[in-house]
């Protein structure tokens, strides 16, 4: 099979620049910057001045569908599903596309519970030395607990509820924790359409990289440089061949002429960070989303993973 | 397009360390499951895995990291082994490395300062310069096996549930085929035997309480199946083309020949009642193969001993292979080995080498009454003889996340 060529004709996007790709892609165009906020935990600590970016109002119950599924998400599976499902209906690819022949390939941040949802665990396991008690944990802890937990922890479960609630039901492949994953995801899904495996590949990433967990570690780890901020964001892009989508007769963001992930050891760089904040693994996934409605012709980046994600784009005549 | 074959394997499992040890185990259906000894469930309902016993032999820091997260001593330990086997001295730029695991390690101990779970009170600490990390991120090993054996040309670390392992092991393979990479180091690694690794999948209703039961809890396929049981450990494998392998004069294990993922998109935890997601996989690695059903002379089932996935698993089975699923033999490995959760699909890879090597099937020693709608042509004895060309072994994640292998015997 001949090679084709490489299209996006969907982008959905959650950054703290906007709730959508449109928000955010204007946002960055005009040279706006994330507002941050102090995260409450952190109060009197190190870290109460350097904050975190703060997240347009998602309007997640909404956008998808009510609130059932909500129950199941961690933040970052939230802000793929939102980033996930607008990007197949900007591509229109649910209509296009067979499931079976629709591909899904993803980066994942670090995992994220919310503190409060283990807390009463451990609080029903301490004894009474106010040490932590396994004894005490089958006796009360884990029924103090939310049975939901391994859902919101499992790394693959943001992709995955993505494919629960899109219906793509082809091959896929999920990385993590940092951007030098993500941009694997891309390479495979840029190849996979190109070979022909899959007519359509979604792909992109998410982080909750601003929850406060994240944070502490992220800060332990030496990941956050001076002046940067952690940010919690998602973007996802719809690949597809050159001649479906003229077919179709689609818009076309651009052809994806290239893309390497190669060894990198000479310092990590997020053309991100500055406005945006540090989001990590979705980091590659925003970068390109906001080059392909910029215009941009280059995308690089380089994680914490040593691994460097170049992609060259060119407008479509 | 460039064959691919397997040049080295490595192990550490319930059931024995290294792949000698493990090879036995299988052959004469041992049981790695027993009461848990790594932290103290007596509590719990749950009170069985399938835990790794002994100590390994690990370099300093990957022996530090693996005093809190066990599993990364178990994924040097399998690639260390793997890149002997196979004689690679080091990773290079010819190398893809890509390893699976599921669930990043957290001991609840972590949250508690001066007697209460209080995360502002343990958080002020840590930034006072005290405290463990309360992470350790699920590339640790992958950045530790490079630190310590050398930096290969891509380096990935998959996260895809149960499906992990034969997801990298597949995707290796695919990109050896390809003619992206010479050679693949590629497995799974895990372990979720700790209190919040074992009270997770108790409180979803994963595992079975049967624990009067022992070494036989985890019953593939059986009538009285309660669900399954945890195990740990890693499976490394290291894939090369079969030009070079040939051309370097090792020992080939088997052949690679053909791979697919697939997605239920139904349920987290459930898979599609009618098997869909299983099927297609299975008969789409049998067309990446260029097999037809036919062709395929045993099956190692994902069997975990759950009451939906054995059913689903059998019913996709049986409409796979239609004309002659009552001709292949099915194994459960699971039923010895525990659920190694990442690691369990390419533990299962090098089960699936046993028939090969040694000419005889892993057994379902567990199986006694064949349950309702699980119908299969089931290994139930050890020492069964074997003499196949192509194997189908099968991992379905939690999520929906589904793979199948396809292997061949290597006749030289």
Not at chain 2, 61 to 77: L, M, N, Q, S, T
Not at chain 2, 227 to 248: H, K, M, N, P
Not at chain 2, 274 to 303: C, F, K, P, Q, Y
Not at chain 2, 340 to 360: K, N, Q, S, T, Y
Request: with cysteine.
């Amino acid at each position: 099979m001949k090679p084709d060529k490489v299209v996006v004709t969907g982008i959905g996007m959650v950054t703290p620049l906007g709730a959508t790709a449109k928000e955010s892609s204007r946002a960055w165009q005009e040279g706006r910057f994330a507002g941050r906020k102090p995260v409450a935990e952190f109060t009197g600590t190190a870290l109460e001045d350097v904050g975190v970016a703060i997240l347009p109002d998602l309007k997640a119950p909404e956008r998808l569908g009510g609130r059932r599924m909500l129950k199941y998400m961690s933040d970052a599976a939230v802000l793929g599903c939102l980033a996930g499902r607008e990007a197949l209906q900007d591509a229109d690819a649910k209509a296009r596309f067979v499931p079976d022949r629709m591909g899904l390939y993803a980066g994942t941040g670090l995992a994220a519970a919310s503190i409060n949802e283990v807390r009463k665990m451990v609080e029903e396991s301490i004894d009474e030395a106010g040490e932590f008690s396994c004894r005490l944990l089958g006796e009360r802890g884990l029924a103090a607990s939310n049975p939901l937990l391994s859902f919101k922890i499992l790394a693959n479960m943001p992709p995955c509820l993505i494919s629960i609630m899109e219906g793509i039901k082809g091959p896929n492949l999920i990385f993590t924790p940092w951007e030098g994953q993500t941009g694997a995801a891309f390479l495979e899904a840029w190849k996979a359409v190109a070979c022909g495996e899959v007519d359509c590949a979604l792909a992109g990433a998410s982080d909750s990289a601003a929850h406060p967990a994240t944070f502490l570690y992220l800060w332990q780890a030496g990941l956050l440089k001076e002046g940067e901020y952690p940010a919690s964001g998602s973007a996802y892009l719809v690949l597809e061949g050159l001649e479906t989508a003229r077919k179709d007769g689609r818009p076309i963001y651009a052809a994806v002429e290239d893309i390497r992930v190669i060894p990198w050891n000479r310092g990590i760089s997020d053309p991100l960070s500055e406005r945006v904040g540090r989001t990590f693994a979705a980091a590659p996934a925003i970068l390109l989303g906001l080059a392909c409605m910029d215009g941009g012709e280059e995308v690089s980046i380089c994680g914490v993973d040593q691994q460097r994600f170049e992609v060259e784009l060119r407008e479509t005549e | 397009m460039r064959r691919v074959v397997i040049t080295g394997f490595g192990v550490v499992s319930p059931v024995g360390t290294g792949q000698e040890a493990f090879w036995d185990s299988l052959s004469r259906g041992s049981s790695g499951i027993a009461t848990i000894t790594h932290f103290d469930a007596s509590t719990f309902e749950v009170q069985l895995a399938a835990e790794v016993k002994g100590m390994l032999e690990l370099p300093e820091p990957v022996a530090i990291v693996a005093r809190e997260d066990p599993k990364v001593g178990f994924a040097y330990a399998a690639c260390a082994e793997a890149l002997s086997d196979a004689g690679v001295t080091a990773l290079d730029h010819r190398v893809l490395l890509h390893v699976g695991t599921s669930l990043e390690s957290f001991d609840l101990k972590k949250v508690i300062c001066e007697g209460k779970a209080d995360f502002e009170a343990v958080a002020r600490k840590i930034l006072k310069g005290g405290g463990p990390p309360l992470q350790i991120p699920l590339d640790t090993a992958t950045r530790l096996i490079i630190e310590q054996l050398g930096r290969p040309g891509q380096a990935l670390t998959n996260c895809s549930a149960c499906a992990a392992g034969v997801q990298a092991i597949g995707h290796g393979f695919q990109a050896i085929r390809s003619g992206q990479f010479e050679t693949a180091v590629a497995g799974g690694f895990d372990s979720m035997i700790n209190p919040l690794g074992v009270g997770g999948f108790q409180l979803l209703g994963a595992l079975t309480t049967d624990n009067q039961r022992g070494a036989r809890a985890c019953r593939p396929f059986d009538s009285e199946r309660r669900g399954t049981v945890l195990g740990e450990g890693a499976a490394i494998f290291v894939l090369e083309t079969w030009e070079r392998a040939r051309a370097e004069g090792k020992e080939i294990l088997a052949e690679v020949c053909g791979y697919a993922s697939t997605l239920d998109a139904y349920s987290l935890s459930a898979p599609d009642p009618e098997g869909d997601g299983a099927s297609r996989t299975m008969a789409a690695a049998l067309r990446d193969a260029g097999l037809s059903s036919l062709d395929v002379a045993h099956i190692n089932a994902h069997g975990t001993g759950t009451q939906l996935n054995d059913e689903v698993e059998a019913k996709a089975i049986r409409r796979v292979f239609a004309d002659n699923w009552e001709k292949i033999p099915v194994s459960a490995t699971k039923s010895m080995t525990g659920h190694l959760i990442a690691a369990a699909g390419a533990i299962e890879v090098g089960a699936c080498l046993l028939p090969f090597i040694r000419g005889v099937l892993p057994p379902n020693p567990s199986l006694e009454r064949v349950g309702q709608g699980c119908e299969l042509n089931h290994v139930r004895e050890p020492g069964t003889s074997f003499d196949g060309e192509y194997v189908v072994t099968n991992s379905f994640g939690f999520g929906g996340q589904n793979v199948s292998l396809v292997l061949r015997r290597y006749y030289g």
